[in-house]
């Protein structure tokens, strides 16, 4: 279903950044992921191979799954923007709104239990809100049928020293957080299990 998806968005024109891209950068990792990673935007490197998270911050990110016990393989990784903007510039409002429905369909085809968004672009997108990332990271929220688990983004780790032990330390929390039973609740197939009150 993924597969089919991408391939209908493939040559998208919504907005400008489809006439300067060199690839749609659309997504990777397990297509039914319990937990997704959403960075902001595509950067050099990814828009050369297709892939998210493939540079420098992409190698942090790995390393920070493998800290907590995870591997790319066992996420999905996306993008609100699927191209890069040019010179990696911020995302423009425009193409956040052009692109949010395709990040919102990944989701819903995924229907993962947790979406971790990296930056302050993901984590807005996602919430709905103008929340800076400093006030709500590391702090679960409801979000429809998922939990939304922000993080500082790893590139913005690389660029400002400090934030990478902060970022270190969340990564820590979400395992906790994830450790700490985000199962749904068992389905009682015999009605008279249910407690009514």
């Known amino acids: 279903m993924l597969r089919e998806f991408q391939e209908e968005i493939e040559n998208c024109q919504k907005c400008s950044l489809g006439r300067s891209r060199t690839n749609l950068v659309f997504g990777t990792g397990d297509e039914k992921a319990k ?7 595509p950067g050099y490197y990814e828009d050369q191979k297709g892939e998210p998270f ?11 799954l493998e800290k907590i016990g995870l591997k790319r393989s066992d996420v999905y990784i996306a993008n609100v923007l699927k191209c890069r903007p040019p010179e990696n510039r911020n995302p423009s409002p425009e193409e956040i709104e052009a692109c949010k429905p395709y990040l919102l369909k990944q989701i819903e085809i995924i229907k993962p239990k947790v979406v971790c968004t990296l930056g302050n672009f993901a984590t807005q997108t ?5 929340v800076p990332i400093t006030k709500v990271k590391a702090r679960p929220a409801q979000v429809k049928d998922f939990l939304v688990f922000p993080l500082y983004h790893p590139a913005a780790a690389l660029h400002q020293g400090w934030m990478r032990g902060p970022l270190e330390e969340d990564f820590y929390k979400l395992k906790d957080f994830l450790d700490s039973g985000i199962e749904p ?9 249910l407690d009514l009150f």
């Open 35 to 41: 937990i997704i990673f959403v960075g902001e935007a």
């Open 126 to 130: 996602i919430l709905g809100k103008k």
């Open 185 to 193: 609740e068992p389905v009682i197939e015999d009605p008279e299990q």
């Open 54 to 64: 493939v540079g420098a911050a992409g190698k942090l990110l790995t390393g920070l």
